[in-house]
């Protein structure tokens, strides 16, 4: 099957690529693609890999979607959506792979049902740095977050309880219009787009509307306090 929702990195702490998408697109299709270079040059050798999703024990009957996928000092992580296949969202499916594992015939990974007990678009960090386990956050209501941290990423992942945070009140953001254009730039909606982790801040980053044109939101969270 094609591929699609998919991410690349550069892990400068590494000195590899990373590579991240989903595949398939049915409850009986459905597949976790990843990809890592041995070394700093994209040009090189990978290892690349799959998991068959709708063979993950547990899980809910349903196919993965709109990849988030991100890394710290001891593992890869990446989030997905689930649905069904009429199109109902589910819920979260999460998946840890510790970067002992990437470059093993069939890298060993922890897969998570539900991890953060609720949410839609959980965005796990880029994180520079240490943080002690990697950190993901969304947007929970329109005006509150959550975030939550894996703890022992490279040995025996669990997930923390979510911190939730309240945030000035935004709505879903509206269409830009585009001047001269008979049809508008489709920006998508609320849902968390970006978080980067460093120094004991979370950066994250969604869109919004606060009663005027759609705005980019933005948040400096500090986890030590989380």
Not at 134 to 151: E, R
Not at 156 to 164: C, G, K, R, V, Y
Not at 189 to 209: F, S
Request: one cysteine or more.
């Amino acid at each position: 099957p094609s591929p699609f929702d998919q991410h690349a990195f550069y892990d400068a702490s590494a000195g590899r690529w990373y590579l991240a998408g989903l595949a398939g697109g049915t409850s009986t299709n459905s597949w976790l693609m990843f990809g890592v270079s041995a070394n700093s040059d994209p040009t090189g050798t990978w290892n690349v890999f799959a998991y068959d999703v709708t063979k993950v024990a547990g899980i809910p009957t349903g196919w993965a979607d709109y990849t988030q996928a991100g890394y710290d000092d001891q593992a890869f992580y990446a989030n997905f959506n689930m649905f069904t296949d009429a199109g109902n969202f589910i819920q979260m499916l999460s998946v840890v792979i510790p970067k002992t594992q990437l470059f093993q015939t069939s890298p060993a990974a922890s897969f998570f049902n539900n991890a953060f007990g609720g949410g839609f678009t959980w965005v796990p960090a880029i994180h520079i740095g240490s943080p002690g386990g990697g950190y993901a956050a969304t947007v929970w209501n329109d005006s509150t977050l959550a975030v939550a941290q894996c703890l022992n990423p490279a040995t025996a992942p669990t997930f923390s309880a979510n911190t939730f945070l309240a945030v000035p009140a935004f709505t879903t953001p509206t269409p830009l219009q585009q001047t001269g254009a008979p049809f508008p730039v489709d920006n998508n909606d609320e849902r968390m787009l970006n978080t980067v982790w460093r120094n004991n801040r979370l950066w994250a980053t969604h869109n919004a509307n606060y009663g005027g044109p759609t705005a980019c939101a933005w948040y400096e969270i500090d986890t030590t306090a989380t």
